[in-house]
């Protein structure tokens, strides 16, 4: 699995959009970049993955560089809900290899 | 369409006994997944399960062990708890195949005293 880099923490204003950078320059050409939140004391939830191109759903965007070695999950416009720390993830998610590797992630508060 | 379920949500137990923890994936969804987290080493790979059939094991010792059933269900067991095992057992469940995600149980807290 590559290994990634991620803030160990940011911050963010209410209704701002948050940027979370994650550098995963050893990331091999089938794995896909996951992003996931763990918000206190629940299990992780599921917020976005791509492979190559940029992606878009109802809770973020997903920006990965051209030559895959980095991405950035966009939250629009973060609400004091999105406090929670966010994981990187790239993976195969296939195969016998199917399994998540979890880092330290990014806390990010949102503050009012 | 109901969410990932795991049973009990908290259990306290005794060094060197044994525990059962269980988790309903949602409806379709024939991969089962097991994760361990700590305060300490984070969130970590247990096993996985596709079909009844294991196909990925994290670094854990044979204390720890889980099995899958025909309705996808599935139960991890450890036994001879040690007070290390203190931990929040997190399930999983996906359609096990490429580009599919996971989604998480609200967990297990274990305590051993």
């Known amino acids: 699995d590559a290994k990634t880099t991620q803030p160990t923490s940011m911050d963010c204003a209410e209704g701002r959009a948050a940027n979370l950078p994650c550098n995963h320059s050893t990331i091999s050409g089938n794995e896909y970049v996951y992003w996931y939140r763990q918000i206190h004391s629940q299990g992780p939830q599921y917020i976005i993955h791509?492979?190559?191109n940029n992606e878009t759903n109802e809770m973020a965007s997903l920006i990965i560089t051209e030559d895959r070695k980095s991405s950035t999950l966009i939250l629009p416009h973060a609400t004091l809900r999105d406090t929670a720390v966010y994981y990187c993830i790239p993976t195969n998610s296939g195969g016998s290899n199917y399994k998540l590797t979890f880092g330290k992630g990014t806390l990010l508060t949102v503050n009012p | 369409k109901a969410g990932v379920t795991q049973t009990p949500r908290y259990l306290i137990k005794t060094r060197g006994q044994q525990v059962t923890l269980s988790c309903s994936p949602i409806?379709?969804?024939?991969?089962v997944s097991w994760y361990q987290q700590t305060p300490g080493q984070g969130l970590q790979f247990l096993f996985e399960y596709f079909s009844e059939t294991q196909r990925n094991k994290g670094n854990f010792p044979g204390r720890f062990s889980g099995r899958q059933f025909s309705n996808s269900r599935s139960e991890m067991n450890v036994s001879t708890l040690e007070l290390g095992d203190s931990a929040l057992y997190l399930c999983a469940s996906s359609r096990g195949q490429v580009g599919y995600e996971q989604y998480f149980g609200p967990g297990t807290r274990l305590t051993v005293t």
């Open positions: 791509g492979l190559k």
């Open positions: 409806s379709g969804h024939r991969s």
